[in-house]
């Protein structure tokens, strides 16, 4: 699926199917330009990833973030293409740990890369700490900031709900035309999914606090009182985000909630 508006550099998305615990089932990357293109978030090589790539020159490659799900190819395509390679400043040596090779040069905030008009670095962090998306003209590559459908995992140690808030919002604000998202189909609402997902955050965090109030100690009962569904299969997640939102309201000092002991108690 390509996005090629008049005088508009032209994003092309590649969706993955990948065997793992992900949202749809499957990872997006893109081929954003076509002489010079950037390739961002190739989770591997597929017959139509290898397609997109060798109809333009990609001479830069990029991610959103080093999760191992969106940076499986970047060694490979780097190999084949003689692209160079970005990370975000201050994360670089996370990104050799993710991908396996070194970066060649860095992007900050406000960065733009060389592509077209040129391609701009937003930071985004909350999902993951190095996370970033790239603003074209055509729409933001928001990689695991926001989904169409569902939810983005925003759980500890990584996640920080407080920035993963402020991301949301800073999208919102900005207004793109479209988002191309990490995970799913391209959203051709985002004030509506950033609104639904801001939402969903603050809900879970008033149904934490309020477990917290009604007597929950410790992760487990706050877990079991905020969740009202079976969680065979994913309470290590649910817990794990529970633990991010507890730091969250320990930060605002609305509960006190010990880490290490990963026991609460109101503020």
């Given at each position: 699926m390509a996005t090629d508006l008049d005088g508009v550099l032209p994003v092309r998305r590649v969706s993955i199917p990948v065997d793992a615990p992900v949202p749809t089932g499957s990872v997006n990357a893109y081929v954003v330009g076509e002489e010079p293109a950037l390739l961002v978030d190739p989770q591997r090589r597929t017959?139509?990833?290898?397609?997109?790539?060798?109809?333009?020159?990609?001479?830069?490659?990029?991610?959103?973030?080093?999760?191992?799900?969106?940076?499986?190819?970047?060694?490979?395509?780097?190999?084949?293409?003689?692209?160079?390679?970005?990370?975000?400043?201050?994360?670089?040596?996370?990104?050799?740990?993710?991908?396996?090779?070194?970066?060649?040069?860095?992007?900050?905030?406000?960065?733009?890369?060389?592509?077209?008009?040129?391609?701009?670095?937003?930071?985004?962090?909350?999902?993951?700490?190095?996370?970033?998306?790239?603003?074209?003209?055509?729409?933001?590559?928001?990689?695991?900031?926001?989904?169409?459908?569902?939810?983005?995992?925003?759980?500890?140690?990584?996640?920080?709900?407080?920035?993963?808030?402020?991301?949301?919002?800073?999208?919102?604000?900005?207004?793109?035309?479209?988002?191309?998202?990490?995970?799913?189909?391209?959203?051709?609402?985002?004030?509506?999914?950033?609104?639904?997902?801001?939402?969903?955050?603050?809900?879970?965090?008033r149904d934490a606090l309020a477990a917290v109030e009604a007597g929950a100690r410790d992760v487990d009962a706050v877990v079991e009182a905020v969740y009202d569904r079976d969680l065979t299969g994913i309470r290590g997640f649910a817990r794990a985000t529970m633990v991010a939102h507890l730091e969250k309201l320990d930060a605002a000092r609305r509960v006190r909630f010990d880490r290490e002991a990963e026991t609460v108690e109101p503020s």
């Open positions: 017959e139509a990833l290898d397609d997109a790539v060798a109809e333009v020159s990609v001479d830069h490659i990029a991610v959103t973030h080093a999760h191992p799900d969106h940076v499986g190819a970047v060694a490979a395509y780097a190999a084949e293409t003689g692209a160079t390679v970005w990370c975000r400043r201050g994360r670089e040596a996370r990104f050799a740990d993710g991908t396996g090779i070194e970066p060649d040069r860095t992007f900050v905030e406000g960065s733009e890369l060389p592509v077209g008009d040129g391609v701009d670095v937003i930071d985004t962090p909350g999902h993951a700490p190095d996370h970033v998306a790239f603003e074209t003209a055509a729409g933001t590559l928001c990689g695991d900031v926001a989904i169409g459908q569902g939810s983005v995992a925003v759980a500890a140690p990584e996640g920080d709900v407080r920035a993963y808030l402020v991301a949301l919002r800073r999208l919102y604000a900005r207004d793109p035309p479209v988002l191309f998202p990490g995970h799913g189909p391209v959203i051709e609402n985002p004030r509506a999914v950033c609104e639904r997902l801001l939402r969903r955050r603050l809900d879970r965090e």
